[in-house]
C-alpha cells in the first residue's frame, strides 16, 4: 500500500506535497514524510500518525527554498510505525519514498551490510535506497538500470539524487502515474493526488524509468526511449470535497440512488454493451473483501440463471490447483484495480481464460490487463469503506445476470429503483435508533441463506471495520453446529430473510437463536413482530440485494459515530492493497 508523490516544477512543493499526500491518506496513514531538494540541500521531515501531523511539523520548520520534493504516506509492511520507518529514506546521495514491497529486500540487506552500509529502519526502503546508491557513479539512470535488475518484487519509487535537480521514478507492478502540469511535473499512486493541478497524466508501464527535469521528462526502459500518450482524467477534483458531509463514507452512501440511476440508464436498453457472457459455460468470480461479497451476490444470481459459477477470495485462487474447464470466464471484481492479489488471480486466470473486469478505475491494471472490462463509474471513493462502489458491482452482476435471464419484472424493477434507495436513505433517524441498541454491544452476528447470505457478509464486515464491534456472518442454517453456543443474552443477531424461497427456514433459525437469549433485528420484505425490523420493499430478486445493504452500510455508519471512531480511516487499514 502507502501513497507516494513528488513534485517539480516553478512552485515550493510544500503545500501540493500535503495536499497530495491527504488525497492518497486512504492508501495508508500511520506515518508521513516528506523531502524537499535544492542545490544545496536535502532537508528531510517525517512524522508518525495522520498527516495532519506532519502539516503541523512542516508548519513550525524552517522550509528550504526548493521547487522538487517527495513525499509519502505509510502503510508498514516492513518494521513499525515510527519516524525512522517512515519514508523518505536516505542512503548516500538517494533519497527516495516507496509504494510496495522489496521481497528479496532481506537477502539484499545482508549483502550490503557486509558491504559496509550501515541501515537506520527495518524497511525495505531504505534497502533500495542502498542498492541505487551503490551503483550511481555520476548517472542516476544507468543506477536506477541496474537496479532493477537486481530488486524483486512490486515497488513504485520516487528518487531525488543529491548530485542534481531531478526528479526520479520508476515502476514494477505498483501503481505510478507521470502528471503532466503546465511547467510543473508529478509522479503519483493515484491521479487524485494531483487533480487540483492537472488531469493531464500519462501511464507508466511496467519497468519505466522517467526523468523529469527543467526542460521537461522522458520515459526509458531498458535504456530505451518510449514514448507514452497523454490521458485525460474524468475525473474532477469536486469528487474528493466533502460537500458539506461530516465524513466521506456518508457522503458516498448518499451518492447510491444516483450513480445506481445513471449506470442502470447506461445499460439497461443497452445490455448488448455488456460482454456477452451467455457464450460460457462455466464461470469464476474471483476478489477480496467486499469485492469479494459483491461476488457471492453475483454467484447467486448467475446460478439461479443456470450457470456453474465457482468463486473464490483472490489470496486462494491465486495459489490453488485450479481445474480450467473450456468455455470458462473469471470475472475479476475490483474497486482499485490494484489490489495486489487479484492482479496475481487476473495474471494467472489470463493464461487459461478470458477475463472479466468489474473496476472502478479505469486507468487500473486490471482495467488494462483483463479481456474485457465493465467500469462500475462510480467517481472516486474516499472513504476506506466501501460502500457505493460495493453497490455498483453489485448492480453490474445483476445486469450480466438479467442478460443471462431475463424476466419479466428486471426492467421495471430498476427503474424504480434509485428512487426505493432514497427513500431507504432519508430514514437516518430510524437508522440512528438502531445504532443506539447496537453499539454498546460486543459480538454481533448476522445470519441469511444463499444471497441473503451474501449481504450479510457485506453487512457485518462493514460494521466491524468501521465500528471495531467484533461481528461475524454465518448460513442461517448452519449457526448450530457450533457458533449458537456463544449466544448469549442480549446478544444482537441481524437476520436478513429476503428471499421468499428460504424465508420461513431463515425465520426458524432467528427463533432457535432468540430462545438462546439473542436480541434480533429482522431484515426483509414482509412485517414481522420484532421490535427492531427494517423493512425493504419487496423487488426483482436480482435487484433486492441493492436495496438492502445500503441500510446496513448506514447502520455501521451510525454505530461507529456513536462509538467515536475515525470513520473514514479506519485502524490498521488501507483503501488499496497493494501487497500481498
Ligand atoms: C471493505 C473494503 C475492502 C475492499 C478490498 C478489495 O470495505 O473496502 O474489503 O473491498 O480490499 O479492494 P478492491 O475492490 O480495490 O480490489
Given at each position: 500500500m502507502c501513497g507516494i508523490i513528488g513534485y517539480k516544477g516553478k512552485k515550493h512543493p510544500k503545500d501540493i506535497l500535503i495536499n497530495g499526500l491527504k488525497n492518497l491518506e486512504y492508501r495508508g496513514y500511520d506515518s508521513a514524510g516528506v523531502a524537499l531538494k535544492n542545490d544545496d540541500t536535502i532537508q528531510i521531515i517525517k512524522s508518525v500518525g495522520k498527516i495532519s501531523h506532519l502539516e503541523e511539523k512542516l508548519n513550525n520548520e524552517k522550509l528550504i527554498d526548493c521547487n522538487l520534493g517527495i513525499a509519502h504516506t505509510r502503510w508498514a509492511t516492513h518494521g513499525e510505525p515510527n519516524e525512522s520507518n517512515a519514508h523518505p529514506h536516505r542512503v548516500g546521495k538517494i533519497t527516495l519514498v516507496h509504494n510496495g514491497i522489496i521481497e528479496n529486500a532481506g537477502v539484499l540487506r545482508e549483502q550490503l551490510q557486509k558491504e559496509g552500509v550501515k541501515f537506520n529502519s527495518n524497511t525495505d526502503t531504505e534497502v533500495a535506497a542502498a542498492i541505487i546508491n551503490k551503483y550511481y557513479t555520476g548517472d542516476m539512470e544507468k543506477a536506477l538500470n541496474k537496479a532493477i535488475k537486481e530488486i524483486k518484487g512490486s515497488y513504485a519509487l520516487a528518487i531525488l539524487c543529491e548530485d542534481d535537480d531531478k526528479l526520479y521514478a520508476i515502476r514494477c507492478e505498483s501503481p505510478l502515474i507521470l502528471g503532466v502540469g503546465k511547467d510543473e511535473y508529478f509522479v503519483t499512486s493515484d491521479i487524485g493526488a494531483i487533480l487540483k493541478y492537472t488531469r493531464d497524466y500519462v501511464l507508466l508501464g511496467e519497468n519505466e524509468i522517467v526523468v523529469i527535469d527543467n526542460k521537461g521528462y522522458k520515459i526509458t526502459k531498458d535504456n530505451k526511449v518510449v514514448k507514452r500518450e497523454v490521458l485525460t482524467s474524468?475525473?474532477?477534483?469536486?469528487?474528493?470535497?466533502?460537500?458539506?458531509?461530516?465524513?466521506y463514507m456518508m457522503k458516498e452512501i448518499m451518492e447510491e440512488p444516483v450513480l445506481v440511476d445513471n449506470l442502470a440508464n447506461k445499460y439497461?436498453?443497452?445490455?448488448?454493451?455488456?460482454?456477452?457472457?451467455?457464450?460460457?459455460?462455466h464461470i469464476h468470480i474471483i476478489g477480496c473483501g467486499s469485492a469479494y461479497y459483491a461476488g457471492m451476490v453475483g454467484k447467486n444470481l448467475f446460478e439461479d440463471a443456470g450457470v456453474e459459477v465457482e468463486i473464490d477470495v483472490a489470496s486462494e485462487y491465486r495459489y490453488r490447483n485450479i481445474i480450467y474447464k473450456p468455455n470458462t470466464l473469471v470475472i475479476l471484481i475490483s474497486q482499485s484495480g490494484e489490489t495486489a492479489d487479484t492482479i496475481a488471480a487476473m495474471r494467472k486466470a489470463n493464461e487459461h481464460a478470458d477475463t472479466l473486469a468489474i473496476v472502478n478505475?479505469?486507468?487500473s491494471t486490471i482495467a488494462r490487463e483483463c479481456t474485457y472490462k465493465v467500469l462500475i463509474e462510480a467517481g472516486r471513493e474516499v472513504a476506506v469503506a466501501t460502500t457505493k462502489a460495493y453497490l455498483l458491482q453489485v448492480l453490474i452482476l445483476s445486469l450480466l445476470a438479467y442478460r443471462l435471464d431475463p424476466d419479466g419484472t428486471y426492467v421495471e424493477d430498476l427503474k424504480k429503483l434509485p428512487q426505493q434507495l432514497k427513500v431507504l436513505l432519508d430514514k437516518t433517524g430510524f437508522y440512528k435508533k438502531l445504532a443506539d441498541a447496537i453499539y454498546k454491544h460486543e459480538d454481533v452476528f448476522f445470519i441469511g441463506r444463499k444471497v441473503d447470505y451474501a449481504i450479510s457478509m457485506e453487512g457485518s464486515l462493514k460494521l466491524k471495520e468501521v465500528s471495531y464491534i467484533h461481528s461475524d456472518a454465518y448460513q442461517a442454517g448452519e449457526l448450530k453446529h457450533g457458533t449458537i453456543s456463544l449466544i448469549k443474552d442480549g446478544t444482537i443477531v441481524f437476520a436478513i430473510a429476503t428471499d421468499d424461497d428460504i424465508r420461513d427456514k431463515t425465520i426458524s433459525n432467528l427463533e432457535e437463536v432468540i430462545s438462546r437469549g439473542a436480541y434480533p433485528i429482522y431484515v426483509g420484505n414482509e412485517d414481522v413482530a420484532y421490535d427492531h425490523k427494517i423493512i425493504v420493499p419487496r423487488i426483482n430478486k436480482k435487484l433486492q440485494p441493492i436495496l438492502v445493504v445500503p441500510a446496513l452500510q448506514m447502520i455501521a455508519y451510525f454505530v461507529a459515530l456513536k462509538r467515536g471512531c475515525d470513520i473514514d480511516k479506519p485502524k490498521n487499514l488501507a483503501k488499496s492493497v497493494t501487497v500481498e
Open positions: 474524468k475525473l474532477t477534483n469536486e469528487a474528493t470535497d466533502l460537500c458539506g458531509y461530516d465524513h439497461i436498453h443497452n445490455l448488448k454493451k455488456l460482454p456477452d457472457i451467455k457464450k460460457y459455460q478505475v479505469d486507468a
